[in-house]
Structures are given as structure tokens and as C-alpha cells.
């Protein structure tokens, strides 16, 4: 995504109630910013927040965070909140390869990873989302028994990330090449991307993996794999 520079962004960012400057400093206590103990479910690369804030909007009783490395990406995610705030929604500038230092181990509840930069190159191929070393990461902070759901218009990125999440531990529950003729579009929640590429006739990809399958709860297994069948 690229966008021009805005001077101040981070300034500008602090005026929305749902912005965290210094999250940090909720390391292990994510619940005391929340103010409950749900479930903490966040999304990596939110962009412009539509995905996020829909989901926040209409499921009060679980949080979300939204994390985006862009700052200036995160003015036009801030710009779809209601003015009075989301009470259930942190928004947060940061880079995800950092995910340990504002987050404790079994702190997060699911992982939604929508349209990540591919990173073709394969120099570059540390910095996808999907990599080794973001999928061990991931189990550092997850919950045992959690979601993680991935989403792009990639098929490259989206079969190497098959074959990353199966190397890396993960049980893949179910994946699809084509979401939008698939038993599971149902509750489907489209990002900005997603329309853009689907609107091209671009199918979409998306698979569900779980970190440590002992541990998934049965009331969670049976409500993801029934929007599945
Ligand atoms: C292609 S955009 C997709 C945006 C949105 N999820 C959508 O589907 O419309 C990917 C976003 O991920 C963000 N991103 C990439 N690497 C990141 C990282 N390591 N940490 C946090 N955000 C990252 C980028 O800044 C960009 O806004």
C-alpha cells in the first residue's frame, strides 16, 4: 500500500479515543485497558480498518486489536470509528515481528492475517507474515487451542503459506481457493482488498489453522467448522 507521508501522523492518531501510544505498557494486562476478561481476538496488517471495525462493531463482548506497522495507513482506519469510540477496539501502531514486547504468552485469542504483502522475492521472504519465524512467534503470544485465519488473492503466498503453517505445527482445519463459491463464505467479513481483487474476478483464498489442537475448545470447534460444512 502506498501512501504519501502525513507529517504528525502519530500526533494525529492520539486524538481517537481507541489509539494506544504506548501499548507496551499493557503488556500481560491487556484486560485492565479492556476493562473485562473477554477474549482478545487481533488482526495483523489492518490497513484501512474496515474488517476490524465491522467485527468490533457487531461483537461486543469480544475485544479486538487492530495492529498496523503504517501509521498513516491507520488515519484512514481511525476516520471509520464512531465518535464516540468502540469500547471493545485498540488500534495500534506497530510491527509485528515485535509481538512480544506488548504481549504476554496466551494473551491473544485468534490471529486474522487478511491480504498480507506477499513478499515475492525471496530475500524478502522473511518479512512474510506467514514465515517460519512469524508462525513461531505467533505461538508465543496465542493462546493454545486458537485460530489463526488467513486470507489473500495470492495463490503463491497462499500455497507456500499451506505448507509453512503444516511445517510450523499448525492443524489446518480447512483451506479453500475460491472462498466466495465455498461452503464457508457464510459470516464472511470482506477487507478493502478483498473487494477490490474479488470485484477483478481475482478467487480468494483462505485457510483456518490452530495452534495446539488438544487444547481447542469444543463449543469454538463446533461453531468455526459448522460455518465449514
Ligand atoms: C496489503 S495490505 C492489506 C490491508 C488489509 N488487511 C486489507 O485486507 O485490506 C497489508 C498491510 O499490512 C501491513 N503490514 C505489513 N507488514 C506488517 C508488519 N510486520 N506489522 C504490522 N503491519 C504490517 C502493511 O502496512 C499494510 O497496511
Known amino acids: 500500500m502506498r501512501l504519501r507521508n502525513v507529517p504528525n ?25 479492556f476493562k473485562n476478561d473477554n477474549p482478545i481476538y487481533m488482526e495483523i496488517g489492518s490497513g484501512k480498518g474496515q474488517f476490524i471495525i465491522r467485527l468490533a ?8 486489536i487492530a495492529l498496523e506497522k503504517s501509521p498513516v495507513v491507520l488515519l484512514h482506519l481511525i476516520k471509520k470509528i464512531p465518535s464516540e469510540g468502540l469500547g471493545n477496539l485498540a488500534v495500534i501502531s506497530f510491527d509485528a515481528g515485535k509481538l512480544e514486547e506488548i504481549f504476554e504468552s496466551g494473551e491473544i485469542n485468534r490471529l486474522y492475517l487478511n491480504f498480507s504483502d506477499p513478499w515475492p522475492k525471496k530475500r524478502h521472504a522473511k518479512r512474510r507474515l506467514t514465515s517460519p519465524g512469524f508462525l513461531r512467534l505467533y505461538k508465543k ?3 493454545p487451542g486458537s485460530f489463526i485465519e488467513f486470507k489473500t488473492d495470492n495463490r503463491v503466498f497462499f500455497d ?15 483451506a479453500t481457493y475460491d472462498l466466495y ?9 470482506p477487507t478493502e482488498y478483498e473487494i477490490k481483487f474479488h470485484n477483478m474476478g481475482v478467487p480468494i483464498n483462505k485457510l483456518f489453522a490452530v495452534y495446539d489442537m488438544d487444547n481447542l475448545k469444543e463449543e469454538e470447534s463446533k461453531i468455526d467448522l459448522q460455518t465449514q460444512e
Not at 486524538?15 to 499493557?26: E, G, K, L, M, R
Not at 507456500?160 to 480447512?174: H, T
Open 9 to 33: 501522523a502519530h500526533e494525529k492518531l492520539a486524538a481517537c479515543v481507541n489509539y494506544i501510544s504506548d501499548p507496551q505498557s499493557f503488556k500481560g494486562r491487556w484486560n485492565e485497558y
Open 57 to 64: 462493531s457487531e461483537n461486543p463482548d469480544i475485544n479486538y
Open 141 to 143: 503470544v496465542l493462546k
Open 160 to 174: 507456500y503459506s499451506l505448507g509453512e503453517f503444516r511445517s510450523s505445527g499448525y492443524n489446518l482445519i480447512k
Open 181 to 189: 463459491n465455498s461452503d464457508f463464505l457464510e459470516g464472511n467479513i
